[in-house]
């Protein structure tokens, strides 16, 4: 065999393994809230498989859209139950991969220097020193549905509204009461466990009774290209270790979809 096919050979085989390596990844479309969780998630999925996972994390609202207009994501974490089932009615989902994974939590939040007291609990909306309050948009954003009718239920929407700062994703809404953007707001309690925010501020929880459950979530989606993969990164979602894991940043998992 002489040098030039041999090069030529080695260069097919190097072609072949490269095109493997960009085969073994899926990209992951995922709400705000899962941020902190998922990084854990995706890097023990990583390194028990070798094989990568890239999320986007947003609006589930707007990834919903996203996904209707083609977007190339291989599965979609919802921060709700309505996104999902509306793509597996529409046949943009792959059958039986529908999985309920976590029911989130919504908290008061405010950065340690406030005198703002939220002993109170949602009520401390309504303090004088409070001018701007930070909710995710609720027009595309469950953590802000369930914000807003949390303050439907405590009597407090019509007398706060006009104080909203609207934040795309319950991430941003964070980001808008830490960097003092807004003087309070309403976050996901996954948020207000999360590396970034657990050190820097107070929180108080909102009664789960006040606001309609935030059940989550997700699908694999018909369009993707690595269903195998995805198949097998969903199947690892639905173990105890993840189930612990989104335990640990708040979320509740007692009503977790069977296996």
Known sequence: MNIRRKTSISLLTFAFIGQLAAAQEITVAAAA???????????????????????????????????QNGAPFDLFFSANLDYPKQLEASGRTVAGSYYRYARGKIVIWVANDSKIDLNAGLKALLDPQVKKIAIANPLHAPYGQAAVSAMHKEGIYQ?????????????????????????????????????????????????????????????????????????????????????????????????????
């Open 33 to 67: 809230d899962l941020q902190s969780a998922m990084q854990d998630v995706t890097a023990r999925f990583q390194k028990e498989t070798g094989k990568r996972v890239r999320v986007i994390y947003g609006s589930s609202g707007n990834f919903f859209q996203q996904i």
């Open 159 to 259: 007398k706060v509204k006009e104080k909203f700062v609207l934040g795309e994703n319950i991430s941003q809404t964070a980001s808008f009461i830490m960097s003092g953007s807004a003087d309070i707001g309403v976050v996901a309690l996954a948020l207000a466990l999360s590396p970034n925010m657990k050190q820097k501020g107070r929180y108080s929880e909102i009664p789960p009774d006040e606001y309609p459950p935030v059940d989550q979530a997700c699908v694999i989606l018909s369009s993707s290209k690595e269903k195998a993969l995805a198949q097998q990164f969903l199947s690892y979602i639905k173990g105890a270790e993840v189930a612990n894991l989104l335990a640990d940043y708040g979320f509740d998992v007692s009503g977790r979809d069977n296996k």
